[in-house]
């Protein structure tokens, strides 16, 4: 067996949007050495065959700080490149008087947030870690076995390439998604409760020019959101009961496409062509830990949330900003970062927003994916109230832009 005495500082588990993300942040200082053990190879832009989890079909709605962060690893223009600013999102509910617009303008900002597909997000992620001289992408891997050698360092055991590795650290983070195998080596539990919904994510276009405009549509059996998308195409994200997607992933594309115009209705336009659809299961998934000694669980290893609100993506990169942050001051006082008080500053700065964001799309999963009257009256009336009430409405601008609690965003200095 291949014994690697050469440390890292940090070795993430995971390369997808958050582990990828964490290890670029980390990796702008270039004393760091960082590794990242991912189950599979990184996959390029042309290569339709490979569909690897994390940089996949999705559309992902960016929120302005995500976007910042990103900015700041040096990438953003190239994201950007491949992205459609939102610069009006609809709020309605199908059937019912409700309805609230969110406007950039109004909120002052150009954009209340960015589309770009996950597959670019990762083709611009994965070049630039190729890059990066202080990250070793240790691929396709998998763990095999953990232990603590020392209070100080964690042992892991990996499989690279079909070749025995052992790597140790000060510091492990768990980012290999919503089904960790990480985590259960270490005996984390994780709480699930399943929506008995499935989203449906494809593309489609419209007869109209779609002006930048967003729209989350809320059904009894779930809602829908389109995003706007380069060359006037638009990002499907359908939410419905497990039989209902079933029946649909069936369907034929004329079939698809009249089933959503019904429930788009009228406002996005006629749709003309439909894409290739995906489906994903949707649970929400806790761990019950998040930090142990000289260990973080981070991403949807930590909390993996109904899209709904498009929040997943976006809590977690504060999440990345914050612990970044952390382990940069540990390194100028020379305290030791995987140091479970230390790890606590991290835990305690993020568990606010975290719940907040958590709590905000389960709630709102909750009270619009069903038809009872008393829901239906009250989403109705809370949806005028948001449109009426400017406070009312700032909070929910807030949380389309990913920014549910400003002020508990961390300074992101990374
Ligand atoms: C339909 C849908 C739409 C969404 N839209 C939005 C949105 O608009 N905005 C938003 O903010 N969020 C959105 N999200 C949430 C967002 O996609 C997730 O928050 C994000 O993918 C989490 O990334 P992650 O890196 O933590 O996990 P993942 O994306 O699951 O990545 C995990 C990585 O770990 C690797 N891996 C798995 N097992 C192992 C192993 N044993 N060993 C090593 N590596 C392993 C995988 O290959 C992968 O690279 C959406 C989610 C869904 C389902």
Known sequence: ????????????????????????????????????????????????????????????????????????????????????????????????????????????????????????????????????????????????????????????????????????????????????????????????TDYGQTAIVTTITPEMPHNDQAWERFTATGPLALLPQTDNRMGITWCLDNDKAAALMAATDEEFLEELQKVAGSGPGRFIKVGKRFTYPLTLTLSDEQIRPNVVVLGNSAHAMHPVAGQGLNLSIRDVAALTQLIYDAREQAVHYGDLAWLNRYFQQRKMDQAATVQFSDKVVKLFSTDKPSAVAARNLGLLAFDLLPGAKRFLAHYAMGRAAPTLLPEVVI
């Open 1 to 192: 067996m291949e014994k690697q005495p050469s440390d890292y500082d940090v070795i993430i588990v995971g390369g997808g949007l958050v582990g990828g993300t964490f290890a670029a942040c980390l990796a702008r200082d270039p004393a760091m050495r960082i590794a990242i053990i991912e189950k599979f190879p990184v996959q390029r832009m042309d290569d339709e065959n490979l569909m690897h989890p994390s940089y996949d079909a999705r559309n992902t709605a960016l929120a302005n700080g995500t976007c910042h962060v990103f900015d700041q690893l040096g990438i953003w223009q190239a994201i950007r490149s491949q992205s459609a600013a939102i610069k009006h999102i609809v709020v309605c509910d199908r059937g019912g008087f409700g309805r609230s617009t969110i406007d950039a303008v109004e909120e002052n900002v150009r954009a209340l947030g960015y589309v770009v597909e996950n597959r670019w997000i990762g083709e611009v992620l994965n070049r630039h870690l190729d890059t990066l001289q202080n990250v070793s992408l240790l691929t396709p891997a998998e763990v095999q076995a953990l232990e603590y050698i020392d209070e100080k360092t964690v042992e892991v055991t990996a499989l690279v390439d079909g070749k025995p590795v052992v790597v140790r650290t000060p510091l492990l983070v768990i980012a290999d998604g919503a089904q960790s195998a990480t985590r259960r080596f270490l005996g984390i539990e994780a709480q699930k």
